[in-house]
């Protein structure tokens, strides 16, 4: 054995003991970082008769008391008894509303030896309080299999927290490939976990539309399936197909089911259906909607289609507001997601219809005609009450009012809106985009889409451009992380790809910026994954560190 400095093998011996905030990274696993923890010596323990007690008790503060008996219940088989009560017991757990709490999703959370008090001003602030509990819990609370003699303990501790930004979002696309019901609200349930809010849930696309629309079964007949997709990485040209029809959508029972799940969990569904763009499969069964007349076939092909939606035509407008009405009628969020984003020009144009309705608006161009369609979706999607939100193309030719953006290609779009007053929810492509790779070397990596956008990438980002003035900054309503799916075929990897980046997105939205740090959230993360194990969720464990830019920066 080589000489090891003495002072130096006590550190290794005892480093644990000499850093507290170490030691309680390494024990206490929280995503995402909690705003203010303190951590005292001793453990509440949960016991055979442990109670736990709510005020007041109603249907929204008793999913959080379900939730921690259930996960409580799972590997000791006792579910702790729920029941109204005013006052905290010793050996009990207490939930409490509380109009002291400042912020609607915050919490407090007081762990002794005797019991656990949790305050908030909302039952949201309390079903957070819960993930913070479960996330300090032995793992073995995530699955139902029952251990005799194991014994269920939370450390002691006083936290305080809230989140930075009231959004905090991860975006599912299923119009490329589409996923089970059961696989959806999983993710739904890692968003929960996270303590993030919105699932935005991309449902209609050139090569499949994917829910259910009553007054319009061809959208569902033809438009949800395709003859074929295109083979592996798409090329140029001289690309080869499968051969294999692939189809399927989402009926309104099961969006309803999937709309009540997520707020089960505090998490709104944003709904979203493109226009003018991105609109094939939707041509495909009501060609009449398009400049050409058509015919098409629902894309097989990714990447972007010139044939969109033809915005001379009365029809067009008649048909989305149907469909709008009743996606609002499924989906109770204030927003609606319109799409807006890679609309060609080029059909516009040439369509007489769309140059005479350019001509009747004294509109300049077609620039100006796509800012006519968003602002007239916009004014009908207002009128009952609801505001829209647009990739950020809707800046283009004037933004309508009311209008939030989405900033994908950059952050410059969101900046402009933000400057103009427009609320503004980040998510540039470079830091939240998963369908790419998130390591440099790809050879044992499932095709992506290209691009490069490791764990560390993610979260570095930071919401707030520094080109605003803090007044403009609070238009910056949060952000989201985006999975495109043209290379996610199965729920399997979109787990790997989605995990542990989603978890990023889900510490920039929550943790102040000033307690941020890359090396606590790897550690904090590889201890989570016992806990993804026992759930039974894919995740990826290569490459955390953004390799490309340590070697330039050498
Ligand atoms: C997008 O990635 N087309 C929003
Ligand atoms: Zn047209």
Same mark, same amino acid.
């Given at each position: ?58 249907? !929204? ?9 259930? @996960? ?24 409490? @509303? ?34 913070? /509990? ?49 696989? /959806? ?5 890692? @968003? ?206 004037? @933004? ?14 969101? /900046? ?30 499932? /095709? ?103 070697? !330039?920066?050498?």
């Amino acid at each position: 054995m080589k000489f090891i400095h003495l002072p130096a093998l006590l550190i290794i011996l005892f480093g644990a003991a000499l850093e507290p905030t170490c030691a309680a990274e390494k024990s206490y696993a929280l995503i995402p970082a909690p705003v203010s923890a303190t951590w005292q010596t001793g453990n509440f323990t949960f016991s055979a008769t442990t109670k736990i007690l709510v005020s007041p008790l109603n249907n !929204e503060t008793r999913l959080s008391a379900d939730l921690l008996a259930q @996960l409580v219940k799972n590997p000791s088989g006792n579910a702790p008894a729920i029941s109204e009560g005013k006052k905290p017991a010793d050996g009990s757990v207490m939930m409490i @509303l509380d109009n002291s709490i400042n912020n609607d999703e915050g919490y407090t959370l007081e762990v002794t030896s005797k019991e656990i008090t949790v305050k908030a001003k909302t039952a949201v602030g309390l079903f957070y309080a819960v993930q913070t /509990i479960r996330q300090l819990l032995p793992t073995e609370v995530e699955n139902s299999t029952l251990i005799p003699g194991l014994v269920l303990t939370v450390p002691a501790c006083t936290i305080a927290d809230e989140p930075r930004f009231i959004y905090r979002g991860m975006h599912l696309d299923v119009g490329r490939h589409l996923f089970p019901v059961a696989s /959806i609200k999983r993710y739904i349930d890692m @968003l929960a976990l996270h303590k993030m809010n919105t699932f935005h849930w991309h449902l209609t696309e050139d090569q499949g539309w994917r829910i259910e629309i009553k007054k319009y079964p061809k959208l569902t007949e033809i438009g949800a399936y395709r003859k074929e997709t295109v083979a592996g990485s798409q090329k140029k040209a001289n690309n080869t197909y499968d051969g294999k029809p692939y189809g399927g959508f989402y009926t309104q029972a099961e969006v309803r089911d999937i709309v009540a799940y997520a707020s089960s969990k505090f998490i709104t569904v944003l709904p979203e259906i493109e226009m003018p763009g991105h609109a094939v499969a939707a041509l495909a069964s009501y060609p009449e909607l398009s400049c050409t007349g058509g015919p098409f076939e629902v894309r097989k092909l990714w990447g972007v289609d010139e044939d969109v939606f033809c915005a001379g035509n009365e029809q067009t407008f008649a048909f989305l507001q149907d469909v709008l009405t009743e996606v609002m009628d499924l989906f109770p969020s204030k927003y609606i997601h319109i799409g807006g984003d890679e609309c060609p020009k080029k059909r516009w144009e040439k369509c007489p219809k769309c140059q005479q309705r350019i001509k009747d608006q004294g509109l300049k161009n077609e620039l100006e005609l796509q800012s006519y369609f968003i602002r007239r979706i916009e004014k009908f999607v207002s009128s009952k009450g609801r505001n829209i939100i647009g990739w950020d193309e809707i800046l283009e030719g004037g @933004l309508a009012p009311g209008a939030t953006v989405m900033s994908w290609r950059g952050e410059e779009g969101g /900046i402009e809106a933000a400057k103009s007053g427009h609320d503004v929810i980040m998510t540039p492509g470079k830091y939240t985009y998963f369908c790419y790779y998130q390591c440099e070397d790809r050879t044992n990596q499932p /095709i992506a889409l290209g691009g490069y956008v490791p764990l560390e990438l993610t979260y570095s980002y930071d919401p707030l451009p520094k080109e605003l003035s803090a007044l403009e900054q609070k238009h910056i309503l949060g952000l989201e992380g985006c999975l495109w799916t043209e290379q996610i075929q199965t729920p399997e990897l979109l787990e790997y790809m989605s995990y542990p980046r989603t978890f990023a997105i889900a510490e920039t939205g929550w943790s102040p910026a000033n307690l941020k740090n890359f090396d606590s959230f790897v550690k904090r993360i590889t201890e989570m994954h016992k806990r993804y194990d026992a759930i039974g969720v894919k995740y990826y464990t290569g490459e955390y560190r953004d390799t490309k830019a340590l070697k !330039e920066k050498k």
